[in-house]
């Protein structure tokens, strides 16, 4: 069964660091999403992208986060500076096309802990 | 104020017991509802998903119901395993995906 792939599934840094996590969807599926989910608390959309484009990015704090996804496939998140605010696990999600009748699949997730 | 609102917080059960968690939303009309199981350490797997026309939706030992009038969901656990244990998450589209805050659900011998 096809799956949402990520890496790395933990990464520890210190604050000020730079930091990448990265995610290959599932094969076919033209829409990608990063979340953030804090502990406790439900996953908050950080971007979307529909093929290479960003759709959404307008949770994405982008004085620190980037995205891209470049070939349309696999897609890559960076934080840098880290601060201490963004340890979270950062979900990676898929789906075949936009609308509200694409189910998202979800990835295992990166759990980032800045110290 | 979070627009998906779900209830208890976390909840024990002992291993065979039904159980019956709740979602409160506000976001309406919606294009449909999703209940998710998302285990410690992995990303959230679609246990159901309704349309705002339905009100019931069954997968095995999982059945969620739907009450648009009140703007109430619940998922109900029958004959709980101790794979139960997860945090299940009430999502709600439109254009966007509402995430309520879960429910941890421990299930103990």
Same mark, same amino acid.
């Given at each position: ?16 660091? #730079? ?10 599926? #033209? ?22 484009? !960003? ?11 980037? #995205?891209?996804?470049?070939?349309? !496939? ?18 990676? #999600? ?19 802990? !800045?110290? | ?6 209830? %208890? ?19 309406? %009309? ?5 209940? *998710? ?6 990303? %959230? ?16 030992? *999982? ?45 103990? %011998?």
């Amino acid at each position: 069964e096809a799956e949402v792939a990520q890496s790395p599934r933990y990464k520890i840094t210190e604050k000020s660091q #730079a930091v990448a996590f990265w995610c290959d969807p599932i094969s076919g599926h #033209a829409t990608l999403y990063w979340y953030r989910q804090i502990l406790g608390q439900g996953p908050e959309l950080l971007v979307q992208f529909q093929d290479e484009s !960003v759709v959404d990015d307008s949770q994405l704090p982008k004085d620190r986060f980037s #995205a891209e996804r470049l070939k349309g !496939v696999d897609s890559t998140l960076k934080i840098q500076p880290a601060e201490l605010g963004d340890s979270a696990m950062y979900l990676c #999600a898929s789906s075949r096309g936009q609308g509200d009748y694409n189910e998202q699949f979800f990835g295992p997730g990166t759990r980032l802990t !800045v110290l | 104020k979070n627009q998906v609102e779900q209830s %208890p917080q976390s909840l024990i059960i002992l291993e065979g017991k039904n159980c019956t968690l709740q979602c409160n939303y506000t976001v309406s %009309p919606f294009s449909n509802l999703r209940w *998710y199981k998302q285990d410690t350490g992995r990303g %959230p797997v679609s246990l159901t998903i309704m349309t705002f026309s339905e009100n019931t939706k069954s997968n095995g030992r *999982y059945t969620a119901t739907l009450d648009a009038d009140t703007k109430q969901s619940s998922l109900h656990i029958t004959a709980s395993q101790l794979s139960d244990s997860a945090s299940y998450i009430c999502v709600v589209t439109i254009n966007n995906l509402f995430f309520g805050t879960g429910t941890r659900l421990t299930v103990i %011998p």
